[in-house]
DNA sequence: GCAAAAGTGTTCATAATACACCCATGT
DNA sequence: ACATGGGTGTATTATGAACACTTTTGC
């Protein structure tokens, strides 16, 4: 029997992606041309409605499969942003999420989905709503995380030079990591591995390709240990 | 002019609230005798539905205020918990908050409000639903907390020894910090302030009183102390 | 005198940083 | 030859952890 506290006014509940990747030594979000009022055709974040029969996170994996296609893409949940008069359409409630995608391999979807574009955020342009501190957040999340982690798995190609995980680095933190510190450091957390394979595109001596290792994660009771393969 | 966009389904949007508070060199949790079905009777937090009117920030601060009486609570965001199945009374997606108050300063209005009882976190009973994660991630997230900033302010007497300070951490990461490198660390942040009292009840010898310093606090990233592992 | 906490100082290990230096190769 | 990035090594500095040691005072 359900009770009549249960009764209560229902809200609104959205989520909101901020989608980022990486393309010629930079950070990119993509942004979206809106389709509905109010701030038809202005730029905004992916958002969608959380349905009845979803979680919140399978809500944002659901819209962000529908517009890459993709099935894994990582997540990160950044806020939840719920001013009153935050969304001039209505009172909205809405779950942020940070979103790391490999440009190149999922530019086709992307395309066709016409609306999206990915812009530099060196020059983002003014989105709509509360949408630019979602992103301002988003961004200071990411850089918390990757003082912790190496991240790089979900933004460069499957393998990649240190020069490229360098450059990511710098794309991130906006500042110029020491090659030799920078590599000594990245190695030392042995998450990823050399491949024989090298690259001669980027310096004509020739850098190894790098891949980060497949972890397994077992668990025992409360603890989680990554452990290698 | 409203789209029919926003006519979809809505959702009951509630917040939880983990509080801390800490008594007799223990970190405690304020739990809550449920009085509606399901669970009817049984241990759970203090929770609340959101309103149309109000952020969802508020409606924890509007909850916190109507047990406690107090209007300034110390509030952080934990997560958004919302499996489909979470509470058994119906579709329910909440937002958990952890506030860390005083409990001397509170306990009258606590004891008034008489389902409410403080528990120790080193033998918390099970309490409903998903609460128990709920507490785990508050837990997690006040350590992240007090790694990067001192915390006590809001836990503490206005003045407090060193000691205190002390006992505080050692109950948060369940560890003993060592003496020396506490107070040396501690005072090096430069967050606190000597006050010309004594204690003399904690010490033969008597220590000195601290208090927070009023005001704003800058900390970008340094880590106050290190998690192990 | 002894215990207990206050408070200071010293040593050691580790980690970040700055930077020098050689290597390999395409132009 | 030289510029560019690859890759290694070293000195310096900062910080945390371990711990020794003196001070003060109630019992």
């Known amino acids: 029997m359900v009770e009549e506290i249960y009764q209560h006014t229902r809200q609104l509940v959205s989520v909101d992606c901020i989608i980022f990747g990486y393309e010629n030594d930079e950070l990119k979000l993509l942004v979206f041309k809106r389709w509905i009022e109010p701030f038809k055709g202005e730029l905004s974040l992916l958002g969608g409605w959380v349905n009845h029969d979803e979680s ?13 296609g993709l099935n894994d893409i990582y997540l990160e949940q950044v806020d939840v942003f719920s001013e009153v008069d935050r969304d001039s359409g209505g009172r909205v409630i809405s779950v942020a999420y940070y979103a790391l995608m490999n440009i190149d391999e999922q530019n086709r979807h992307l395309i066709e989905h016409n609306s999206a574009t990915w812009v530099s955020l060196k020059n983002k342009p003014k989105l709509i709503f509360d949408h630019d501190d979602m992103v301002d957040k988003a961004l200071e999340k990411l850089r918390i995380k990757a003082t912790y982690d190496l991240i790089g798995e979900h933004l460069l190609p499957e393998k990649f030079t240190l020069l490229q995980l360098r450059k990511l680095y710098n794309a991130i933190f906006l500042r110029e990591f020491d090659p030799g510190n920078f590599r000594k450091k990245v190695l030392s957390l042995k998450v990823i591995e050399q491949l024989d394979e090298k ?14 290792k497949k972890l397994i994660q077992v668990n025992y009771g409360n603890q989680i240990f990554r452990i290698e393969n």
């Open 199 to 212: 690259d001669t595109f980027e310096s004509k001596r020739g850098a190894f390709y790098y891949r980060f």
């Open 56 to 68: 919140v996170t399978n809500a944002a994996k659901r819209v962000l499969k529908l517009i890459s």
